[in-house]
């Protein structure tokens, strides 16, 4: 059999009778929206991340969109977020008429740089783009919040980011789309910011059969608003509309689905840890390849296994030909993408991202991939390079 680079299949053959069992509740009640599975999964959720609140919802972005629509986010305000990210994470911050300041990435986890988190702030307080890149308009912005992102599954760095927010008076929302199961200095993630979103769409490490997301916080004010957001602005009841909403609900036969894919999630886990861990020894000694980094406290939840290699050509061409699949997460930084011209950015205004976004690529990642599948994908890698 070819290899998988997410082998959806093999997980299936283990839960589907729970997960056929599962869907056959739901047809036998009959409530298709917001049933009892609804609950149910946000109350094991929230227990397992840590977090007092999960409101579930129909996918991760619309997750990090009711999070900003809960804290009233609109045009004037500035949110500080990574141009090396897909591009939900800024898209939700436009659409509410806000703007994305871009802050660059740690060449080594390649998540937001604290450091410049921190100079980004500087320079929009004092209208100074010399400090640090600022989009066009900048005048007129005011610093609110920031949304950082845990990407291919590693936590940001919540200890500094969170300092600096407080020190700022800012939230912080944790996107956490690529991170459900992974750690930070003893606690979950989607349980590290002001309010953290996950999403279940299927290739993340817990996914649904179709799309999916969830919003967790502690803060019992937020979490009421983010409820209320999820379905038209609810109040009492759908017909008393306290603000504007959106339609945001999960379904409740997608969350029957993980609720059966959640029981052996805890597993996966460990597997994942154990598949990681066999790239990293296979790969790790060569020079012309940048295995992942994880910080000592924290635990991956492996969305994804990226390389970096000034090879990534030769690497991918090789790959290609043994059949092996791979992708590119992400061949363009934010601020160089069509959508965000409007934003005045230009090549060299985060450097970081855009060495990386040209030498970057992923292999295979999922819990199932077997010693021998990873041996046959590090000889190909290995001989490309040599």
């Known amino acids: 059999m070819a290899i998988q680079f997410i082998d959806l299949k093999a997980q299936q053959q283990r839960i589907l009778a729970a997960v056929q069992e599962n869907i056959s509740r739901v047809l036998a009640h009959g409530q298709y929206i917001m049933g009892p599975e609804i609950k149910e999964l946000e109350q094991r ?4 991340t840590g977090a007092r609140h999960a409101v579930s919802c129909s996918s991760g972005t619309d997750a990090l969109l009711m999070a900003l629509m809960a804290y009233g986010v609109g045009p004037g305000d500035a949110i500080f977020t990574s141009p090396f990210t897909f591009v ?12 994305p300041v871009f802050v660059d990435i740690e060449p080594d986890t390649f998540n937001i740089d604290p450091a410049l988190l921190e100079k980004a702030v500087a320079a929009l307080e004092n209208k100074d783009p010399e400090i640090h890149p600022l989009p066009q308009g900048f005048e007129g912005l005011r610093p609110r919040g920031v949304i950082s992102v845990d990407l291919f599954g590693q ?19 944790e996107d956490a789309a690529q991170s459900f199961g992974a750690e930070y200095k003893g606690k979950k993630a989607c349980a590290l910011a002001d309010a953290a979103a996950t999403s279940f769409f299927p290739a993340k490490p817990l996914g649904c059969y179709g799309d999916g997301g969830m919003v967790f916080t502690d803060d ?19 017909y008393d509309n306290i603000r504007i909403g959106i339609n945001g609900r999960c379904d409740t036969l997608q969350a029957a689905i993980l609720l059966a894919k959640f029981e052996i999630f805890p597993e996966e886990m460990v597997l994942r840890q154990d ?15 940048q295995t992942p980094l994880v910080r000592e406290g924290s635990l991956s939840a492996w969305a994804q296994y990226s390389l970096v290699s000034e090879k990534k050509d030769e690497i991918l061409d090789a790959l290609k030909k043994e059949g092996v699949p791979t992708a590119i997460y992400y061949p363009r930084p934010l601020h160089l993408q069509g959508a965000y011209a409007y934003l ?3 090549p060299g205004d985060y450097p970081v991202s855009e060495d990386k976004a040209g030498k970057i690529f992923s292999l295979p990642m999922h819990p199932y991939l077997t010693e021998a599948e990873q041996r046959q994908i590090a000889d190909v890698i290995l001989g490309a390079v040599s």
Do not use: C, Q, W
Request: glycine residues 8%; positive net charge; without cysteine.
């Open 45 to 48: 959720l929230a227990g397992y």
């Open 88 to 99: 939900a994470t800024a898209e939700v911050i436009s659409l509410l008429g806000a703007t």
């Open 155 to 173: 936590p940001a760095d919540y200890d500094r980011i969170n300092a600096l927010a407080a020190k700022k008076g800012l939230f912080v929302i």
């Open 220 to 238: 019992d004010a937020l979490y009421a608003k983010m409820a209320s957001v999820r379905v038209h602005g609810k109040g009492s009841d759908k």
């Open 275 to 289: 598949v990681a861990n066999r790239y990293t020894n296979l790969l790790n000694d060569n020079p012309h390849i």
């Open 344 to 346: 005045g950015h230009k």
